[in-house]
């Protein structure tokens, strides 16, 4: 049966596909180094940031983290699945795809994720077809009264769950499924016999409701929402996360935007129905969010797709709120940001539905420092002395990230509005630049404001420990193949993902072959990011690093184990007799730390 492609084709693939060569038609490069640069394909900058490693072919973006190989490379300029990437690296390279080779485990895991997609598949289909029958009559009026078309509908694929317990699940029982898949996928709820001995008692998840499947960039459906069509409550219903959906990871539409080339911008909204009702009109690059606020994930997806976002929230309070989160969150990506600011406390559906898309393509997008000034002034009666200082204060922080001209447009409206003069206003907005605002002090409507770490160095800075920051340096320095394998043991690495990465290298595996190993997005970016950090000019030079590291690693370790005594022993009663032999082996890691200070 087919499962994957050799490893030794594609280590041939990636060296028959030059990533210069490759990247090269696509984006312009400069040698500077050992490294090319360029303005990175995946998200707007001005300055380059993104690298090209002909040594390791790889490529890393020091601005929004993109990284990979020359595979990975394609499926995110292509938008495309690894396996179209590697068919469209082959036919470039004129290589004719091999015989895929068999591997069990792997066999395993893929059957099992592309049966939990069929069960989707088919449930879509269902809920699709259910919709132009009698049982779904109420959930057609309900989509007819949104003001939808029969061929939006088709387009999006909407459907309607009958008022039945268990119909779908029957008709996917019938079909293969088990009840294990159809519970594990989110299509139904299993409940435990109520005799002893008895079968599991099953329903359908959704019942009388009209249905919007999720579909990934890749046309999978991953999961559903379902919007109630009474009083019932919650008035919608989306799948948990899955096997094969995660709600922080992606977004609604998301097929759509991969279809859609060269956007400016993508229009992120709340709602599915606002989605669709925007598509109908003719509006392109519109998704939303799962159910959640817009996630660090979610951001990232929206970067392959367009150089910046529209926030196109809904106009009442909590919408509002959420685009300041929302802005708080692209700009911690590096992604450029506006706010389409709906008028009358509408939401996109319901203005787009009054005032037309000629309504729509009106609407002014507010830069993101506009938009927080425009909610901060809420906040302050500036009537007053005092109010109008506080906000002074508060609106510097915002304007202290913009540049000379970006801060220049503001200061002329800020001295308007409150009466202070331009060298008052440099003065304050110059101090906020150089300290951050104090917890708590910032009102409820704006979130506390600073200006966010750059994003090459933000995942060290926040997240990595000094001893996973030395076991990333030991992955970086044996990737080079200049220092012995066996000066690194692999007991030195706690962190499972570098354990594996150290592993693939000790086997002879390359370097760019590491990134097809990644599980995800964020995992590939980890990888390119340690694989292509800078080292030492000689051999010696990265001997002396790795040894360093060695003794960071090993220090900790033995202090860990030091302490865990420490408090065993703290914990036994003194007339235990294994106290002996622990104190004599905490004794030995004592005399042992004293040699590695």
């Known amino acids: 049966m087919a499962s994957r492609f050799p490893s030794s084709w594609l280590d041939d693939l990636r060296a028959r596909s030059d990533i210069v060569q490759v990247v090269s038609s696509y984006v312009g490069l400069k040698k500077s180094g050992r490294k090319y640069w360029g303005l990175c394909p995946f998200h707007g900058e001005k300055t380059a940031s993104f690298s090209v490693d002909a040594e390791q072919q790889l490529f890393y973006c020091f601005g929004c983290k993109a990284g990979g190989n020359v595979i990975s490379f394609i499926m995110d300029i292509e938008r495309c699945s690894f396996n179209e990437a590697v068919e469209f690296l082959a036919d470039r390279a004129h290589i004719p795809l091999p015989e895929m080779v068999n591997d069990a485990d792997w066999e395993r895991r893929r059957t099992r994720r592309e049966r939990l997609l069929q069960a989707n598949r088919e449930a879509a289909r269902f809920y699709h077809e259910t919709l132009f029958t009698p049982a779904g009559e109420a959930s057609l009026a309900y989509l007819h009264r949104r003001g939808l078309s029969d061929a939006v509908i088709r387009k999006f694929g909407l459907g309607a769950a009958p008022d039945q317990w268990s119909a779908l699940t029957d008709r996917l029982l019938a079909a293969g499924f088990t009840l294990d898949e159809l519970s594990s996928v989110g299509l139904t709820v299993v409940k435990p016999p109520k005799e002893k001995g008895g079968k599991p008692r099953h329903f359908d998840m959704f019942r009388n409701r009209a249905i919007f499947p999720i579909i990934d960039m890749y046309k999978n459906v991953i999961a559903f929402g379902g919007r109630?069509?009474?009083?019932?409550?919650?008035?919608?219903?989306?799948?948990?996360?899955?096997?094969?959906?995660?709600?922080?990871?992606?977004?609604?539409?998301?097929?759509?935007?991969?279809?859609?080339?060269?956007?400016?911008?993508?229009?992120?909204?709340?709602?599915?129905?606002?989605?669709?009702?925007?598509?109908?009109?003719?509006?392109?690059?519109?998704?939303?969010?799962?159910?959640?606020?817009?996630?660090?994930?979610?951001?990232?997806?929206?970067?392959?797709?367009?150089?910046?976002?529209?926030?196109?929230?809904?106009?009442?309070?909590?919408?509002?709120?959420?685009?300041?989160?929302?802005?708080?969150?692209?700009?911690?990506?590096?992604?450029?940001?506006?706010?389409?600011?709906?008028?009358?406390?509408?939401?996109?559906?319901?203005?787009?539905?009054?005032?037309?898309?000629?309504?729509?393509?009106?609407?002014?997008?507010?830069?993101?420092?506009?938009?927080?000034?425009?909610?901060?002034?809420?906040?302050?009666?500036?009537?007053?002395?005092?109010?109008r200082m506080n906000y002074v204060r508060k609106a510097a922080f915002v304007l202290a990230p913009l540049d000379p001209v970006g801060q220049e447009t503001y200061i002329k409206t800020l001295m308007l509005e409150t009466g202070f003069s331009r060298e008052v206003l440099k003065q304050q907005i110059e101090s906020a630049g150089g300290k951050k605002e104090k917890a708590g002090e910032a009102p409820s409507v704006q979130p506390q404001y600073r200006k966010p770490a750059p994003a090459a160095n933000r995942r060290v800075s926040e997240s990595v420990s000094p001893e996973v920051a030395a076991q990333e340096t030991l992955i970086g320095l044996l990737a080079t193949g200049q220092i012995p394998k066996d000066m690194v043991e692999e007991k030195d690495f706690e962190d499972e993902e570098l354990k594996s990465l150290y592993t693939a290298l000790l086997s002879g595996a390359s370097p760019a072959s590491l990134l097809d190993s990644a599980p995800d997005e964020e995992s590939r970016s980890r990888y390119t990011r340690i694989l292509m950090s800078p080292v030492a000019d000689s051999t010696d030079q990265m001997i002396s690093m790795a040894a360093q590291c060695l003794v960071r690693i090993r220090r900790a370790s033995c202090q860990k184990q030091y302490e865990a005594l420490q408090q065993q022993l703290k914990s036994l009663d003194p007339k235990d007799p294994s106290i002996p032999a622990l104190l004599r082996e905490a004794q030995e890691i004592r005399r042992k730390l004293d040699r590695m200070t």
Do not use: W
């Open 228 to 387: 109630s069509l009474g009083n019932e409550l919650p008035k919608y219903m989306n799948t948990s996360d899955t096997p094969v959906f995660n709600k922080r990871k992606g977004v609604y539409a998301a097929n759509l935007l991969r279809q859609q080339r060269h956007l400016d911008h993508v229009i992120l909204v709340e709602g599915y129905m606002d989605v669709v009702s925007l598509t109908q009109f003719g509006v392109n690059g519109v998704c939303a969010t799962l159910g959640t606020a817009l996630t660090n994930e979610q951001a990232r997806l929206l970067r392959r797709f367009a150089p910046e976002v529209f926030l196109g929230y809904d106009g009442d309070s909590a919408g509002q709120h959420a685009i300041l989160r929302g802005l708080d969150i692209l700009e911690e990506e590096g992604i450029p940001a506006r706010v389409l600011d709906f008028p009358d406390g509408l939401d996109p559906d319901e203005f787009i539905r009054r005032d037309g898309a000629e309504g729509f393509s009106a609407l002014p997008a507010i830069p993101a420092a506009e938009y927080r000034l425009r909610r901060l002034k809420e906040s302050f009666d500036l009537s007053g002395d005092e109010g």
